[in-house]
């Protein structure tokens, strides 16, 4: 394995392994704090440098799989042997990406390279640790914090994590745990198995093997011999028996008697206790883990969800006012939803004690009927081996007999032969004879007592074998029926729970009908009170308003008829001025005409330098005399600040300008007489101008009375249209027919409502007021299924009516079509 970086002053050795594991360990189980962790860790460090590879104490705080999984092994044992959890500080996952500068992150941030992926909070490491896919895999199913990612993701992340495990560690599929079903990971909190671990058989199981003890056939020692001794329950190696040779004796004819051996009692050695269940790992976890996963199971189970009724979030509304009803049964909903949510939770509380008591009750029956099957079986092994011993006591003596027969037989035969021989030869026969038959017995003892001890083996093997697979049977038996009986018991209490909900949601229901109602009606009284005050008022605006437009608009016409007698005046003061204007135009011109005759006669240098020089001065003159010319015209017309006659204003400017152009006037005949033949030409063009001016403003003023008069005849007309049109009486439209018709019914007032017989529910609402059910269900019956009418108010009356001649059914159509 590559390494790519040192840094720091301890060396750290960094990896460059995609995944890779980051641990710190609690204080107390720090290497520097806890002597057992130091010494695992050394363990396992100089045991990597002796296979070439990373030491992990090199590279802390990372590890490779193969490293971490070492050294959790390690503590594991540590953990067992102290009896407390290894407790880590900080467990994660990080990823390191080969293509991309090395910049190594920091835990809790996703910056950096290699950088944190997966994190696993608050470990702990048990004496029950399997290995760590096992702790990955369940953190990635059970931490709520991935409730977002979905069943395809997180079996994708665990499948990528499993292969590189697999690569690290150099191991095969049996050492990875195995992922959940969908459906397991849907029901909750999973927990995984590694199949290397479920195949594991406990050291407890082992049994030494009798062969052990036992010389195997043809290895027949030749001085010794196995025999069983009872106080130990074990065979040992005895010295043979050699019978010496007596010198040889006479006999007589009859041979000595030889009694018969009492056969030895084999005893049967203490065999297992048939029938107890090999120990499972789920029975090795904690006390408290067994009982919470048995109280998460049971509250799971016992939950039962309330009904709620749908409410809103709504401002206080006073009664009266537009949503005071609905407001009212809002208030009142939050108040029984509250109450449902009590008494669900009262309900599964005690659902969850009974189905807890009910397991309880249960986990005795199953051990009672296990020790009543154990005890009955309990003398199982002792009376096979009875048995069997029997069995073989009687061949044994039957074939012992039968080889003293034939001993018996040759001991004659040889007496006989020795008789005419020797009587020396008959001693050593019977010496030989009796040291013959001490064997026979021996090794025929020896014979069958292995025959049996092996058939013994054989079927007591079987024996517990079968009373084990029995007893294991029968508490799967046993759970499979107490687990269905625990469903149904579930079921019934769940059922009966949700009937006392529901009894206690349709009990709030009829309440909620009844308090609509009650408040419906507060609402409605509330409501005819405020409709007839805005009744009244509306009403009264209503009859004013047509009369006060109308003095407004007269108002209107009076002031452009003055403003019109204005103009007109003003219009007739032009004419008179334009005349007046003309006439003093043809005065001017002949005094021109003198002026020019006087100039021809003026035909001298000096008099033409005389007439040079004060021509400027002429000019500015005739300039004076035209500005005081339009003055005194635009004093004559009246025409003052902002277009408005200022009759004193503008007499006294009329004085001053009229006193002024005589003035002028004067000395401009003394001087017009040195004019040469160019101020006739300035003459004729000052006359012309005047006379433009006079006609514009002429014009100006003909124009401007036209547009007055074409308004005040325009406004006439229109005064004369809203005249007409406020005295006539409106036609209300359809939308406007129901509103008012539903007020009079709001006022149970039917003369108001006869006025409106057009309106859609007319029959409806006068059988209302009336209080007549029969017009009530005709009307309602010509409606067809168009049953919605608007008004909640109508509605009831309607529902109540029907219900009164007994026609439930169409009362709840109507109720249906206007909830």
């Known amino acids: 394995m590559a390494l790519f970086k040192r840094k720091n002053k301890k060396q ?6 995609v995944y890779t594991i980051r641990f710190e360990l609690e204080d107390e189980f720090t290497p520097e704090n806890n002597d057992l962790v130091k010494e695992k860790l050394d363990l396992v460090s100089n045991s990597q440098r002796a296979n070439g590879e990373p030491a992990l104490a090199d590279t802390l705080p990372f590890a490779t799989f193969k490293s971490a999984e070492d050294f959790f092994s390690e503590l594991r044992s540590v953990a067992a042997s102290s009896g407390e959890a290894i407790e880590f500080k900080y467990l994660a996952i990080w990823e390191y990406n080969h293509n991309q500068r090395v910049k190594p992150g920091k835990p809790g941030s996703p910056d950096g390279n290699p950088h944190e992926w997966i994190v696993l909070a608050d470990y702990e490491l048990g004496y029950d640790y399997q290995n760590f896919t096992k702790v990955l895999f369940e953190d990635i199913f059970n931490n709520p914090e991935n409730a977002s990612e979905d069943y395809e993701s997180k079996v994708n992340y665990c ?77 040992s190696h005895v010295n043979q ?70 409410v809103e979030e709504l401002d206080p509304v006073e009664p009266g006012q537009h949503g005071y009803v609905e407001y009212r049964l809002n208030q009142k909903k939050k108040s029984y939803n509250r109450a449902l949510q009590l008494a669900a939770q009262k309900v599964s509380e005690e659902n969850e004690k009974q189905i807890i008591a009910n397991r309880e009750k249960y986990r005795v029956e199953i051990q009672n009927a296990l020790n009543d099957y154990l005890k009955k079986h309990g003398d199982d092994a002792k009376n096979l081996f009875s048995q069997i ?100 018991d579930a079921n019934e209490l769940r059922s009966a729970g949700a009937q006392v909900l529901k009894e206690a949601y349709e009990t709030f229901e009829k309440t909620l009908d009844e308090l609509r109602t009650n408040v419906t009606n507060e609402h409605m009284n509330a409501k005819q009170t405020q409709i007839a005050q805005d009744r009244t008022e509306a009403e009264k605006v209503r009859m004013q308003a047509p009369y006060q437009e109308v003095r407004e608009q007269e108002k209107t016409i009076s002031d452009l008829k003055s403003t019109l007698a204005g ?233 109540s009516l029907l219900k009164t001649v007994n026609n439930q059914d169409l009362a709840n159509k109507v109720a249906d079509a206007n909830k």
């Open 567 to 799: 103009a007109e005046a003003n219009r007739d003061a032009f004419k008179q001025q334009s005349v007046d204007l003309q006439q003093r135009l043809n005065r001017k011109n002949k005094d021109l005409e003198a002026l020019e005759h006087e100039l021809e006669a003026l035909k001298s240098k000096q008099a033409s330098e005389q007439i040079q020089a004060k021509n400027t001065e002429s000019n500015d003159n005739l300039n004076n005399y035209l500005n005081l010319l339009m003055a005194e015209n635009l004093s004559q017309r009246g025409i003052g600040h902002g277009g408005q006659p200022q009759a004193s204003q503008l007499e006294q400017e009329a004085q001053a300008n009229k006193q002024q152009l005589e003035q002028l006037s004067k000395q401009y005949q003394d001087q017009v007489k040195a004019i040469s033949k160019g101020s006739r030409r300035l003459g004729i063009g000052f006359g012309v101008i005047l006379l433009a001016v006079v006609g514009g403003f002429s014009g100006m003023m003909y124009h401007q009375n036209q547009v007055n008069q074409q308004q005040v005849e325009q406004i006439q007309k229109q005064m004369e249209v809203k005249v007409a049109a406020a005295k006539q009486v409106p036609t209300p439209s359809a939308s406007e027919v129901l509103q008012k018709a539903t007020e009079a019914l709001h006022a149970n007032n039917l003369t108001e409502l006869e006025k409106y017989p057009s309106e859609k529910y007319y029959a409806l609402d006068k059988a209302i007021i009336q209080n007549n059910a029969s017009a009530a269900n005709a009307a309602v019956q010509a409606m067809g299924n168009d049953l919605a009418m608007g008004d909640r108010y109508r509605a009831s009356q309607a529902e």
């Open 241 to 310: 028996v050699n019978v010496p040779m007596p010198e040889p004796e006479p006999v007589s004819a009859q041979p000595a008697s030889t009694p018969q051996p009492e056969p030895a009692k084999v005893p049967y050695p203490q065999p297992k206790v048939p029938g107890e269940p090999r120990p499972k790992r789920a029975e090795k976890r904690s006390v408290i883990d067994e009982v919470n996963d048995e109280t998460l199971e049971a509250r799971t189970k016992a939950h039962i969800e309330a009904p709620q009724f749908q």
């Open 159 to 235: 499948k990528t994590l499993g292969e590189a495990y697999m690569e690290s560690c150099g191991v095969g599929q049996n050492e990875v745990a195995t992922l959940p079903d969908a459906d397991e990971a849907s029901r909750g909190e999973v927990t995984l198995a590694v199949p290397s671990f479920e195949g594991a058989i406990d050291a407890d199981d082992l049994v030494e093997p009798v062969d052990d003890f036992v010389d195997q056939p043809g290895d027949t020692p030749d001085s010794s011999s196995v025999v069983y001794d009872p106080a130990s329950a074990s065979f």
């Open 12 to 17: 750290t050795t960094m990896l460059d392994d």
């Open 389 to 488: 011993e029997d069995d073989f006591s009687a061949q044994k003596l039957k074939a012992i007999a039968s080889e003293e027969e034939k001993i018996n037989e040759s001991e004659l035969t040889e007496k006989a032969d020795a008789k005419r021989a020797y009587e020396k030869q008959v001693s050593q026969i019977e010496a030989d004879a009796e040291a013959n038959r001490h064997q026979v017995r021996n090794r025929l003892d020896t014979e069958y007592r292995k025959k049996a001890e092996d058939r013994y083996k054989e079927e007591g093997t079987k024996l517990d074998q079968t009373n084990a697979d029995n007893a294991v049977k029968l508490e799967h038996e046993l759970d499979r029926k107490y687990e269905t009986k625990a469903r149904i």
